[in-house]
Nanobody, 121 residues
């Protein structure tokens, strides 16, 4: 089992930046692929980014490519999502996940509770 806790969400102005963190406990975090997702009210959960176990390979949704950067520090059991040039449409609950499939899949095994990001215009 892996427990995931996100942090870093807050209210930010459009054009601003924010870094989200997701810290894992339980089994060795480096054994898992990690991903970030978001869900806005009334919308489906959206894949944002994924990072391989080693951190060498990354994937991004077109909606965030060039603005968001995923990274991980396995020594700290933490995955990050650096977000820049934020837009009001980025407002959502952001969640991290851990699993065994590297891709845009939503089929992760473990999920965090999420952290709210609100971007004001």
């Amino acid at each position: 089992q892996v427990q995931l806790v996100e942090s870093g969400g807050e209210l930010v102005q459009a054009g601003g930046s924010l870094r989200l963190s997701c810290t894992a406990s339980g089994r060795t975090f480096s054994s898992y692929v990690a991903g970030w997702f978001r869900q806005a009210p009334g919308k489906e959960r959206e894949f944002l980014s994924a990072i391989s176990r080693s951190g060498i390979s990354t994937l991004y949704a077109d909606s965030v490519k060039g603005r968001f950067t995923i990274s991980r520090d396995n020594a700290k059991n933490t995955v990050y999502l650096q977000m820049s040039s934020l837009k009001p449409e980025d407002t959502a609950v952001y969640s991290c996940a851990a699993g065994n499939i590297f891709g845009t899949t939503k089929s992760y095994d473990f999920w965090g509770q999420g952290t709210q990001v609100t971007v004001s215009s």
